[in-house]
């Protein structure tokens, strides 16, 4: 018989462990040039051609590999950087396991061109899937240079898995720009092909590389940060709070310069700028963070883009007390001032008669805080202490399982299920429930001039009068928008954008969907655009910042977003706005028809704000409270 | 500090100060307003520090000081006493008012935390006609944005260039452009004021033959009557507006302003209730009329008004709400449209008047 467990032969070994470091090109252009910053390299310089799967060339000015040393840089495990793992504790080089470089030479077919400095020439090193082809001496300047040709050539799986040149380019672009910001020390040169993307002076001035990589606008707006304790250094820029994003993707962290991702960083940032910016936009950030290698672990993750911090908590603290200082400067306590002082200026209750000023009906500001659902709601909903979170998705919000916790008689047992306030309730998951029907619901009265009572004869039904009028408001309006013909309001002075390179390959990509929308766009010169025509909706006012949107949100999901969803928060303000408020008093045929239309909208049961709108308890349900 | 004076004293005071009352409560003492008695009269003054308002009411001082007083509070209180004679005394940071045989104590803040006005504008006075330059203010004020993202368009760009003076404004879909004659004038100044100044200016300046104004580098201090209006500039560069108002075009229209805003405003009825509001006007300029025809879940409207055309035939659409209010602002019976193209600025004038123009952006479908 055969043995069926067998120890793999090293080639698949290879590959398996390919499979992790090199995900994607990115992963290939990450890897080589992290190798390049721990050879000391100065400048380094970056080609790529389409995504990368066809060539990848990274050459750089480093000490260069000795050519005794040239077969052996491509075995797994090999490395100069660390003799064993207790060295992790004093690491200072990016790489350290030995097994990037093994990695992609398993999946490509690779060319290494080294020369040190103190010798004479230098030595090639041809491979194709792992096995040496050639090593030859040559003549080249001092440094590194490696090219990798026909990426995942004998991985076709992972091939099919790779997405468009923009996209996988555009990846490739935001890592080296995320490199360059962690090392402004070293001048990068991103080419593709022949175009030259980005070029980062090395100078050692981070605000330089951030003008290059984020646009000079957004650059001298920003604000330093500045920190240093016995064990952590801080250094770097953040955005002021009238400058925001509604992704994380301009938020960049670097530890000894690593740059890495951290959940628990974002969200210490994020507490800084906690009730300074509209929630659901996030700031601008590149924080560069100093510490003893001791302090942390890298060994956590493939490509190290996590690393496990050892007293996170209190790094945490420290970040959001720091953030938070920084944006009490002078500077930005200007700038936040200005913006509200501006905006009590003009609103409506300022406006002259005679005068003809247009009032301020809603901006950005107040588009986002309208939605946002009070901080006391959280005290309304407040669960039973002994009672189990009832997932409103499902039930409905009823109350039977309030009474099967076998809690008879309090006071308390209509509160709320906790899930409301959770927000995380999919109106798309939720289906028409089957226990009753719209139709057949019949109002009773309303009660506190706020909520309609109504029964199907076989349960009691409360609702929101304000909640499912804008449910219904929400869905005329999000209609009309798709039936609508998109309009073009242009502009006098075009509003000019700068892009980082990702972006601006969305930008290209999506050029079409764009126009379409309304949006006219016009090449100004690198990668600089102007807004020269925006969509023509009225009180949409900062139009640019929808633009904004469109492109962070393919950012982060890599999908197109509806126009329906980037419009999204208009249309909540509008709905808001349009409908029947609380405290309103209706008549009876009145909330017949609100009911009857809440049960034609798509989703009934929740605001567009996700609160619900109906609420019910059913006839079983009374029996069992008055004992029958 | 005491005084004697009149109901009709305070309430014109409060009145004039109360929309520099700032509305926020980051610095409680500036929801106050300050009174000041000195030898000159009492001042009243408020500011949110991005605009300041003074002024000086000649009143019976009987002994100097100063309070700051919660402005909300006391104009209440100030417009609901009687007409008597009243005084006013101050013990501390409080002050009480006597009227007939009762009195209404109010407590105040402490005056030496209400911020000086800094920086006040020592440099050249330059002499403004005043009914000009409220006229200037009404036929530019309404085009400037409303939103902060880009602050220079939420103000109006004043220039003095010796005997020339021109107030313009845009939001980026429209642009007013006013200008006028400064007899005699010899210095120069060029700023952004913030359009909330602007509208104060408008309100307050009277039928006062001039209006002086002081400028210093970040601020400009306007002197009129009795009052005093010390605002911030809009820091930022204006964009040069000249370059992008058009100098030919293809169709020069000369319209009944009255019929064409009677018209706009009947077609924009139609928009008004539907769910986006989105207010368009299409013209279709042939044979000398031009043509309107707008449907919606609303209704249909069918218009035809008569014009003088020379140039070419052209359809265009725009923003109804821009149209009705810049015709809303011309005075004349007739105004010029020049247009070239569908999706170029097109230009609205009074007829024989070379001082003001309005340039609207069309809409592109």
């Known amino acids: ?628 | 500090m005491i005084i004697l004076c009149t109901k009709e004293d305070l309430l014109s005071g409060v009145n004039t100060v109360q929309r520099a009352v700032s509305t926020k409560s980051t610095l409680p003492i500036l929801q106050g307003i300050k009174l000041s008695a000195t030898k000159e009269g009492l001042w009243f003054e408020a500011t949110d520090l991005e605009l300041g308002i003074r002024i000086l009411l000649p009143v019976n001082i009987q002994e100097e000081g100063e309070v700051v007083l919660p402005a909300r509070l006391f104009a209440e209180v100030v417009r609901r006493l009687p007409d008597s004679s009243i005084r006013i005394e101050s013990s501390g940071h409080n002050i009480n008012i006597f009227y007939n045989d009762s009195h209404f104590e109010l407590n105040g803040y402490d005056p030496e935390e209400y911020p000086e006005m800094a920086d006040i504008p020592s440099g050249d006075v330059i002499e403004l006609p005043g009914p000009t330059f409220k006229n200037m203010i009404k036929q530019t004020v309404f085009a400037c944005a409303v939103e902060e993202t880009r602050p220079v368009f939420t103000g109006l760009l004043l220039q003095i260039e010796k005997e020339k003076i021109s107030l313009v404004s845009t939001d980026t879909h429209r642009l007013a452009y006013s200008k006028s004659l400064l007899n005699g004038n010899e210095k120069e100044f060029s700023g952004i004021i913030p359009s909330k100044t602007m509208q104060e200016i408008y309100r307050l300046v009277g039928d006062e033959e001039f209006l002086n104004i002081k400028v210093s580098k970040s601020r400009v201090i306007f002197n009129f009557n009795n009052i005093q209006v010390l605002t911030r500039l809009i820091e930022g560069q204006f964009p040069n507006y000249k370059q992008v108002i058009p100098q030919t075009c293809n169709t020069k229209l000369l319209i009944n302003t009255r019929k064409l805003l009677d018209t706009v405003e009947r077609a924009s009825l139609l928009s008004r209730d539907n769910y986006l509001k989105t207010n368009t006007v299409r013209f279709n300029i042939e044979n000398s009329s031009i043509n309107i025809n707008q449907y919606s879940e609303l209704g249909k409207i069918s218009e035809q008004l008569e014009i003088e055309q020379e140039g070419e035939d052209v359809a265009i659409s725009f923003n109804a709400k821009y149209i009705i209010d810049l015709l809303k602002i011309i005075e004349t019976d007739k105004v010029i449209l020049e247009t070239s193209g569908p999706y170029s600025p097109c230009v609205f004038r009074p007829e024989n008047n070379e001082d003001y123009l309005c340039l609207v952006l069309p809409l592109r479908n």
């Open chain 1, 1 to 628: 018989m055969n043995p069926r467990i067998k120890i793999l032969d090293q080639h698949s070994i290879n590959q398996i462990a390919a499979g992790e470091v090199v995900e994607r090109p990115l992963s290939v252009v990450k890897e080589l040039i992290e190798n390049s910053l721990d050879a000391s390299a100065r400048k380094i310089n970056i080609s790529v051609e389409g995504r990368g799967t066809s060539f990848i060339k990274i050459k750089d000015d480093g000490s260069g590999i000795h050519s005794s040393d040239l077969p052996l840089a491509i075995q797994p495990h090999a490395t100069s950087k660390i003799d064993s793992i207790s060295d992790l504790e004093t690491l200072k080089t990016l790489g350290f396991r030995g097994e990037a470089l093994a990695s992609i030479v398993s999946v490509s077919r690779l060319t290494i061109l080294s020369r040190p400095a103190e010798e004479l020439s230098g030595y090639e090193i041809r491979t194709e899937a792992g096995s040496v082809l050639e090593i030859k001496e040559v003549g080249c300047p001092p440094g590194t240079t490696v090219t990798v040709r026909d990426l995942f050539f004998n991985t076709p799986a992972r091939l099919k898995f790779l997405r468009s040149n923009n996209t996988e380019f555009g990846l490739i672009s935001d890592m080296v720009s995320r490199l360059a910001l962690a090392r402004p020390d070293v001048a990068f040169t991103l080419r593709h092909p022949d175009k030259v993307v980005f070029n980062t002076p090395g100078t050692g001035n981070l605000l330089e590389t951030i003008a290059i990589v984020f646009g000079h606008e957004t650059a001298r707006k920003l604000l330093p940060v500045n920190y240093e304790d016995d064990s952590l250094q801080i250094r770097g820029f953040i955005s002021p709070p009238s400058l925001v994003r509604s992704s994380l993707n301009n938020v960049i962290f670097i530890v000894n310069s690593r740059v890495i991702r951290s959940q628990q960083l974002n969200q210490a940032l994020k507490d800084g700028y906690y009730t300074l910016i509209p929630t659901g936009t996030y700031p601008l950030a590149v924080l560069s963070l100093t510490m003893s290698p001791s302090d942390y672990d890298v060994n956590v993750h493939p490509a190290k883009l996590e690393i496990k911090f050892k007293d996170e908590k209190k790094l945490k603290e420290k970040i959001t007390a720091i953030v938070r200082k920084s944006l009490l400067t002078p500077k930005s306590i200007q700038i936040v001032s200005f913006g509200k002082q501006g905006y009590t200026g003009s609103s409506g209750k300022e406006q002259r008669k005679g005068l003809n000023t247009p009032a301020l009906n809603d901006n950005l500001f107040l588009l986002y805080g309208c939605e946002k659902p009070k901080k006391e709601d959280s005290i309304e909903y407040q669960p039973l202490k002994s009672q189990e979170p009832i997932n409103l998705s499902k039930n409905l919000g009823t109350v039977n399982n309030i009474a099967e916790a076998n809690y008879p008689l309090s006071s308390e047992t209509f509160s709320a299920p906790l899930e409301i306030n959770n927000r995380e309730i999919n109106p798309d998951s939720i289906q028409h429930s089957p226990t009753f029907r719209f139709e057949e619901l019949r109002a009773l009265n309303q009660i506190f001039n706020t909520y309609i009572l109504a029964t199907d004869e076989k349960s009691l039904f409360i609702i929101d009068q304000h909640a499912a009028h804008e449910r219904i408001r929400y869905d005329q309006l999000s209609k009309k928008l798709k039936e609508n013909k998109p309009t073009s309001q242009t502009l006098l002075i075009p509003e000019t954008i700068d892009l980082t390179p990702q972006e601006e390959s969305i930008l290209l990509e999506y050029f079409d969907e764009l126009h379409e929308m309304g949006f006219i766009i016009e090449h100004f010169g690198e990668k600089t655009y102007f807004l020269r025509g925006v969509p023509f909706w009225p009180d949409l006012h900062n139009p640019g910042t929808i633009f904004r949107l469109f492109l962070d949100e393919i950012l982060s999901g890599s999908y197109r977003p509806t126009t329906e969803k980037l419009f999204e928060r208009w249309i909540f303000v509008l709905a808001c706005r349009t409908a029947t408020k609380a405290q309103e008093r209706l008549t009876l045929q009145e909330m017949d028809v609100l009911i009857q239309q809440l049960g034609a909208t798509l989703n009934p049961y929740t605001c567009p704000h996700g609160r619900p709108t109906i609420i019910e308890i059913p006839k079983k349900e009374l029996e069992k409270r008055f004992y029958r």
